[in-house]
């Protein structure tokens, strides 16, 4: 496999000099993975060599979906992509990035490392050669992200390689993918058991994680829908929408018509992720 072949065409020590990478994902646990990124598309912004130019596609993040994050626990986030080049590959990259310019540690916001070097495999196609490659970020929201929620939203993915000859190429903006902060929702609806016709009063929060205290916070004025799911019936009706109070908290009332399961459900934002209540019981005598 010419992956591993190209070893012997120029020294590790070249490789770890330029790519400069230390073992764990997290930028913020390691803070020279922003200053990585930049110091490999620094090195690869020259014209290309005949020898090298090699090309990256199919990028996907999390089997494309997006990254909801709360504030425990680790998460392993899949990326896979495919790289092209005439004379073959030696060694890949990958990183996930936020910001404007990647050759400049003043215009990143964020950097993510993959665990290891992508595993790839080689298919000799016509002009040169293939490789479907898969690397893993595990993310660790606790270390990632402790010093700002800012980073929640839209990240890029970086990909660099070197051919055999030690030419490096690199892609900054192979394909993009949303890291949300996680959300919970909760619902209430009394009074239990109620004459049908009479008020119910539905009351809930809505809180979304907080990456820098370690909590779940109230998260103000956002749109919530209620619905409505009669017993019997595997199918929620949305009722009306409200929005949280400035601490997340919800309240509305509704005519109770018929035995069922009131929730609240929240469909997200650009940097936070969706959340539904469980539905709550309500007996209409």
């Not at 400069?20 to 020259?46: K, N």
């Not at 990326?79 to 990259?93: C, L, M, P, R």
Request: aromatic fraction near 10%; hydrophobic fraction near 35%.
């Amino acid at each position: 496999m010419r992956m591993r072949a190209a070893a012997t065409v120029f020294s590790s020590a070249v490789v770890l000099s330029a790519l400069a990478l230390p073992g764990a994902a997290q930028a913020s646990e390691h803070p020279g993975a922003s200053t990585d990124l930049r110091a490999f598309a620094s090195r690869s912004v020259q014209p290309k060599d005949s020898l090298g130019g090699t090309t990256f596609t199919d990028g996907v993040v999390n089997g494309g979906k997006d990254i909801v994050l709360g504030v425990t626990g680790k998460k392993a986030v899949t990326v896979t992509f495919t790289a092209f080049d005439e004379e073959g590959v030696a060694v890949t990259q990958a990183f996930l990035w936020q910001g404007t310019d990647s050759s400049s540690t003043d215009t990143i916001t964020g950097g993510l490392e993959s665990d290891d070097t992508p595993t790839c495999t080689e298919t000799a196609v016509q002009g040169g050669y293939s490789y479907s490659c898969k690397t893993v970020f595990t993310i660790d929201p606790a270390v990632a992200f402790k010093d700002g929620n800012g980073t929640a939203g839209t990240w890029k993915l970086f990909l660099g390689a070197y051919d055999l000859y030690a030419n490096a190429s690199y892609n900054d903006d192979v394909t993009r993918t949303k890291i949300k902060r996680a959300a919970k929702l909760t619902a209430d609806a009394s009074p239990e058991p109620v004459k049908k016709g009479k008020t119910i009063t539905v009351t809930g929060k809505l809180s979304r994680a907080n990456w820098t205290t370690g909590k779940y916070a109230g998260y103000a004025t956002q749109p919530v829908q209620l619905q409505f799911r009669k017993k019997g019936s595997n199918t929620y009706t949305t009722l009306k929408t409200v929005k949280t109070s400035s601490t997340g908290t919800l309240s509305t009332t509704t005519k109770a018509v018929s035995d069922g399961y009131y929730r609240f459900v929240f469909a997200g934002t650009t940097t936070t992720g969706s959340a539904k209540a469980t539905g709550d019981f309500v007996d209409v005598q």
